[in-house]
């Protein structure tokens, strides 16, 4: 079992940044067995996919609508996952998730962290 936590979300104005960070936690969870990224969902919308990165912090992939804004990383010594977000956009708001992803298949969500952009 993986205990998942986001944190770092607020409110910014347009053109500001924020750093999300997630951490994933569990008696038998080694920072090479989880696949990380990030979803967000805005009021009565779906679920969307924003970033992922591979187990050991390689092959970062973002969605369309970053347009080189945002960058994703995790540290190699704990299970930790960051979302650096440049140049925010009102139309970023959303809730912003945490996804881990065990090397045996097992899916893991975090509740969730509001992030609020401003015009």
């Known amino acids: 079992q993986v205990h998942v936590v986001e944190s770092g979300g607020g409110l910014v104005q347009a053109g500001g940044s924020l750093r999300l960070s997630c951490a994933a936690s569990?008696?038998?969870?080694?920072?090479?067995?989880?696949?990380m990224g990030w979803f967000r969902q805005a009021p009565g919308k779906g679920r969307e996919f924003v970033a992922n990165?591979?187990?050991?912090?390689?092959?970062?992939d973002y969605a369309d609508f970053v347009e080189g804004r945002f960058t994703i990383s995790r540290t190699s010594a704990k299970n930790t996952m960051y979302l650096q977000m440049l140049n925010l956009k009102p139309e970023d708001t959303a809730v912003y998730y945490c996804?881990?992803?065990?090397?045996?298949?097992?899916?893991?969500w975090g509740q969730g962290t509001q992030v609020t952009v401003s015009s």
């Open positions: 996804k881990a992803l065990t090397s045996s298949g097992g899916t893991y």
């Open positions: 569990g008696r038998t969870v080694a920072y090479t067995d989880l696949a």
């Open positions: 990165i591979g187990w050991n912090g390689l092959n970062p």
